[in-house]
């Protein structure tokens, strides 16, 4: 009799429920791209790791609810709405997309994307905290231009080194930023047509590339 009346009790009892989190509570996904190294050092164990984390903040109050960041004029006006039925009905030659987002033709790029010289400048300070000199990069470009990665041995990390260090691949400088493209383009330019990239760049005394690779005949 004394189960039947706890069962009864709890069917007709309420759970409290709240769909808010506590306060600065956030939501995490990581994701990595691990590349073994066997090559270079066999005796060690050495892995390249590329990792992707996006994080979002949970609700801890219900004026989050009523603040949604992708709603129109939370951000002015650099934040719109999408719109891709012209695009999909024309979608090679209709450029009225790039339009709505502030941009041109030539440029093809969402406001809120890196330009190559952003992204070059980010990997140069980047390498100069951990020891090497700021020209590396420049030469790296000039390395991969001379000495590309042999089709079989290719992979995703080497797609996507070949892709930041290849100027000509994505063309993302902007007209501001016509010293870095120049350094660039002609630091690909030297290594295609074979000239010493270490005579080039002779104060980077490490080489970035050897620390990934190998050149093979």
């Known amino acids: 009799m004394k189960l039947i009346f706890i069962v009864i009790f709890m069917m007709f009892t309420k759970s409290s429920r709240a769909l808010l989190y506590p306060a600065s509570s956030s939501l995490g996904l990581v994701s990595s791209v691990s590349v073994p190294i066997l090559e270079l050092l066999p005796d060690r164990r050495c892995i390249v790791d590329w990792c992707f984390q996006m ?24 934040t719109r709405k999408r719109d891709i039925n012209s695009f999909m009905l024309d979608p090679f030659n209709s450029w009225s997309i790039f339009e709505k987002y502030n941009t041109t033709k030539n440029q093809g790029r969402h406001p809120s994307d890196f330009t190559a010289g952003e992204l070059y400048q980010s990997i140069e300070d980047f390498l100069v905290s951990y020891g090497y000199h700021e020209t590396c990069l420049l030469k790296s470009v000039c390395e991969l231009a001379k000495h590309p990665f042999a089709e079989e041995h290719r992979n995703l990390l080497t797609d996507i080194l070949t892709f930041i260090l290849t100027p ?50």
């Open 55 to 78: 994080s979002y903040d949970l609700p801890y109050k219900l004026s989050s609810f009523y603040n949604i960041p992708i709603w129109p004029g939370k951000h002015g006006t650099k």
């Open 168 to 217: 000509s691949l994505h063309e993302g400088f902007v007209k501001s930023e016509q010293v870095y493209r120049e350094s660039y383009e002609d630091a690909e330019r030297s290594g295609f047509l074979g000239e010493d990239c270490t005579f080039l760049y002779p104060d980077c005394k490490r080489d970035l590339l050897s620390n990934l690779s190998k050149i093979i005949s």
